[in-house]
């Protein structure tokens, strides 16, 4: 008897090491969405010094990476650092991590102004467990995230693919929208291409780590 005759024996694929990408969607956003762009563009030009950073480390856009941070303890985020900190206990908990004695805890969040011109080039977020990204501001053409097949070895001689599979890619885009948000694992590397487009691309970035429970 062979395995496919067998109902207890079946052949097929068996998945390991996959890399699991958490979507979701900010509650209320669009009534938030004018707010939230326009306290982005406050920080920006209220921060010089993030200004001068951004100039040197991240051509033609703005990121509060180097001076602003902690934007998770500002009260006009509140609702939102909220919402964010279900997804990450969500996405722990999708994961079966141990959470019965580790935690997330948010430890960064900025914001970024990605301008015509500029880009993210190829990077991870070290220190962290959990990154992740919401979009503020969105046009239909604006650059969308991608991400690195975390697998070096494949790179080796990769066969043919017929396309149908996106785990075949090396770099997966993922589209981004205004009040969607992504989670991923922090050791995943990503970037976002130039913007071609005549439109701002807002975003806030974040990180989180499993703490233990006290
Ligand atoms: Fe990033």
Known sequence: MTNSQNSQKKDGL??????????????????????????????????????????????SGYTSY???????TDAA???????IHQTAENYAQLHHWDIQNYQPVI???????N???SFHPEHLHPYSHISGVFYVKIGPDSPAISFKDPRM????MPPAADGSRPEN??????????????????????????????????????????RPRK
């Open 14 to 59: 068996r998945v390991l090491f996959p890399t699991l990408i958490y979507e979701a969607w900010i509650p209320g956003f669009d009534a938030e969405q004018q707010n939230l762009i326009s306290f982005v563009r406050n920080l920006r030009d209220n921060d010089q010094e993030g200004q001068r950073l951004s100039a040197l480390e991240y051509p």
């Open 66 to 72: 180097f001076t602003q941070s902690r934007l998770f």
């Open 77 to 83: 985020l509140e609702s939102i650092v909220n919402f």
């Open 107 to 113: 430890n960064a969040l900025f914001a970024n102004i």
């Open 115 to 117: 301008p015509k011109f």
């Open 153 to 156: 070895a494949r790179w080796m």
């Open 169 to 210: 890619a090396f770099h997966a885009p993922v589209k981004p929208e205004a009040g969607k948000l992504l989670m991923f694992p922090s050791w995943l590397e990503h970037s976002v291409p130039q913007n071609k487009s005549e439109e701002d691309r807002i975003s806030m970035s974040f990180n989180f780590e499993m």
